[in-house]
């Protein structure tokens, strides 16, 4: 499972007074995820924030990123935060879709890469935070370089 947010960068750039889980829409109009040059886990959402709105893709990612059921939680409370300018984006990129499972998918390697166009130019700077679960320790220095610790 995957878990995108988009934050204004001095929100997690040192700005203690600034809430860094302030996760904006900030007008996406595109989210494309491709693994290894494949579109993952479907096609790229189209949204929409503005006059038009369209994120009911957007939010339904939440449950289908998750596993979660859309029952099971308070859906007019999020879907209303959405147009309000809070959006989080969730996806599975297991194998089998079936991310949130008791059980063990086969370890993968390769490429991951995600394209985030907007409809407005944005007058502040944005961060991506992402969120996975893995079994091993990626991290990335402020060079960016990879340092990555695989046990097995």
């Known amino acids: 499972m995957e878990a995108k947010h988009l934050t204004k960068a001095k929100r997690l750039n040192g700005a203690l007074k600034k809430n860094p889980y302030n996760f904006q829409h900030f007008n996406v109009s595109t989210i494309e995820i491709t693994v290894n040059g494949e ?12 006059a038009a709105p369209k994120y009911i893709e957007a939010f339904s990612t939440l449950f289908s990123g998750t596993g979660e059921n859309v029952l099971q939680h308070r859906k007019q409370y999020i879907s209303r ?10 996806f599975d990129l297991t ?14 390697k390769g490429n991951f890469a995600i394209d985030i166009q907007f409809s407005v130019a944005s007058a502040n700077a944005a961060s991506l935070v992402c969120y996975g679960e893995f079994e091993n320790t990626i991290h ?13």
């Open 39 to 50: 579109e993952t886990p479907f096609k790229p959402l189209q949204l929409s924030y503005g």
């Open 81 to 90: 935060r959405i147009p309000k300018g809070y959006a989080v984006y969730a």
């Open 140 to 152: 990335i220095d402020s060079e960016r370089n990879v340092v990555y610790d695989y046990s097995g």
């Open 95 to 108: 194998p089998d879709m079936c991310g949130a499972s008791p059980h063990f998918n086969v370890v993968q």
